[in-house]
């Protein structure tokens, strides 16, 4: 019954753009942070970005910011990444959880999505 659902996953070219939707249902996300994860084969999860539960701080990887930009509806109870200029490196496994605060631990967060697939490539 509590459960993350994220959507927006797809095959792209490099330097195109794709937005990801996570879904509460269950519970509202308004008292919680929303973060970001993907996680490559061969390679460790890593946090991508976070926004606190308000909207008002907004945390990205080096290696994202610039390109990926992460927002909220509490309404709507969905949050958003909105990635540009995406390139090879970014394609992974895309998964959002909520926590009480940002963190880039995941064992930090109480509900985590499935997950979904990022691909970019030519």
């Known amino acids: 019954q509590l459960q993350l659902v994220e959507s927006g996953g797809g095959l792209v070219q490099p330097g195109g753009s794709l937005r990801l939707s996570c879904a509460a249902s269950g519970f509202t996300m308004d008292y919680y942070a929303i973060g970001w994860f993907r996680q490559a084969p061969g390679k460790e999860r890593e946090g991508v970005s976070c926004?606190?539960?308000?909207?008002?701080?907004?945390n990205y990887a080096d290696s994202v910011k610039g390109r990926f930009t992460i927002s909220r509806d509490n309404a709507k109870n969905t949050v958003y990444l909105q990635m540009n200029s995406l390139k090879p490196e970014d394609t992974a496994v895309y998964y959002c959880a909520a926590a009480y605060y940002c963190s880039t631990r995941g064992y930090e967060y109480d509900y985590w999505g499935q997950g979904t697939q990022v691909t970019v490539s030519s």
């Open positions: 926004i606190s539960y308000s909207g008002g701080s907004r």
